[in-house]
């Protein structure tokens, strides 16, 4: 089994900073696209940022010019700059391993709350 824990949410500001982290562990042989989600209330989940294990990044419109995503080892993580109340969410880091007996899932954390406030 595999399990991602993230941190690092929180209450800030409008035009603050804050930065998410998520940390893998479990049976992991490989991690390959690693990423975030958020979720707003009435909202359907959508992505904010990914990263492939190829270095290929994608973000949302919303998001480019004021979030990065990087990643360390088994972790990844989301430096959010000059947030707005709409990034109001909770935010899931999102992970594809490849296990220990080579089969490949998805996993999720269970979310950290950001909240931007006006």
């Known amino acids: 089994q595999v399990q991602l824990v993230e941190s690092g949410g929180g209450l800030v500001q409008a035009g603050g900073s804050l930065r998410l982290s998520c940390t893998a562990s479990?049976?992991?042989?490989?991690?390959?696209?690693m990423g975030w989600y958020r979720q707003a209330p009435g909202k359907q989940r959508e992505l904010v940022a990914e990263l492939t294990k190829g270095g290929v990044t994608n973000r949302a419109d919303s998001v480019k010019g004021r979030f990065a995503i990087s990643r360390g080892a088994n972790a990844v993580y989301l430096h959010m700059n000059n947030l707005e109340a709409e990034d109001t969410s909770v935010y899931y880091c999102?992970?594809?391993?490849?296990?220990?007996?080579?089969?490949?899932?998805?996993?999720w954390g269970r979310g950290t709350q950001v909240t931007v406030s006006a």
């Open positions: 479990g049976s992991i042989l490989r991690l390959d696209t």
């Open positions: 999102y992970a594809r391993v490849v296990m220990g007996d080579l089969t490949t899932g998805d996993y």
